[in-house]
């Protein structure tokens, strides 16, 4: 499947934006999505993830309570809403897919988007 990221942008810390994943090419509603961030001169980090048909959902302990992952297979689309930004969400994110089940090491993710860049200001 290909993924494409959109929603990036540059945004004041307490703000909101959501992030879109469009899949294409693939049986959308048959992989294991996730959203990955990095940081200049960090190493690609977990952020949260989502079930098959979108009724288990993942986060990582850092953004619990202010992002939401969410999915719609008829839409072949996954997104990230981020609430209560703060500086340190600054990074490009990237969405990704899997055919097996939850996992949160970008190693086990096979399909990768170009990823799209969040800027939180303070």
């Known amino acids: 499947v290909q993924l494409q990221a959109s929603g990036g942008g540059l945004v004041q810390a307490g703000g909101s934006l959501r992030l879109s994943c469009a899949a294409s090419g693939g049986t959308f509603a048959s992989y294991f999505m996730g959203w990955f961030r990095q940081a200049p001169g960090k190493e690609r980090e977990f952020v949260a993830a989502?079930?098959?048909?979108?009724?288990?959902?993942f986060y990582a302990d850092s953004v619990k309570g202010r992002f939401t992952i969410s999915r719609d297979n008829a839409k072949n689309t996954v997104w990230l809403t981020m609430n209560v930004l703060k500086p340190e969400d600054t990074a490009v994110y990237y969405c990704?897919?899997?055919?097996?089940?939850?996992?949160?090491?970008?190693?086990?993710?096979?399909?990768w988007g170009q990823g799209t860049q969040v800027t939180v200001s303070s």
């Open positions: 989502i079930s098959w048909r979108g009724i288990s959902t």
């Open positions: 990704a897919g899997r055919s097996g089940g939850m996992a949160d090491s970008p190693e086990a993710y096979s399909s």
